[in-house]
């Protein structure tokens, strides 16, 4: 099997790979910020702790895989936006604040398309490793996501596409 048959770590990455790592670690940066103003504009406590366990458990530690895995492939890094330092909301003017079931349907997106980018990624994999580190990625966004729309239904920001009921005319006998 030649260069394939020893240490994933030590196979090279093809250009798929590296361009789905370096994407998915601008966005995960991007995310970080963008997940900051949120928390900032956020005046739900529920969803402030969302914000929170999304930042903690799912994009910093993506942050950081993502980095050591181009890091050790000698990948250049993409720059990152600075960090947003705390603000308290009250400091926001009302007309300007992001209101938290836009927060939510934003968060909701970002994970969505998280999914798709993780598995597009696991399917264009040759190492393992990578594969296996996208599949975590994806279940914890997954779960996440689940998350998050139980607080969107609990809280009445789900906005439905129109809902399919079957009417009499199409009920079999």
């Known amino acids: 099997m030649g260069m394939f048959s020893g240490n994933q770590k030590q196979e090279p990455m093809h250009y798929g790979e590296v361009i789905g ?43 950081e895989e993502n980095e050591a895995l181009l890091k050790e492939n000698s990948v250049s890094l993409p720059v990152a936006p600075p960090e947003r330092s705390e603000a308290d909301q009250e400091d926001i003017p009302v007309g300007a604040r992001i209101m938290d079931p836009e927060i939510a349907a934003a968060m909701s997106k970002d994970i969505a398309q998280g999914l798709v980018a993780d598995s597009t990624l696991i399917g264009q994999c040759i190492r393992e490793d990578i ?35 079957k009417s009499k005319s199409n009920k079999t006998d």
């Open 21 to 63: 790592v370096w994407s998915a670690l601008s966005v995960a940066k991007g995310q970080l910020t963008t997940y900051q103003i949120f928390h900032n504009h956020a005046g739900d406590e529920d969803l402030k702790k969302f914000i929170q366990d999304m930042v903690e458990n799912v994009t910093k530690p993506s942050i």
């Open 131 to 165: 594969a296996m580190m996208y599949g975590q990625s994806h279940t914890k966004k997954a779960q996440m996501g689940a998350k998050l729309l139980k607080m969107n239904k609990e809280k009445g920001w789900l906005v439905s596409p129109p809902l399919h009921k």
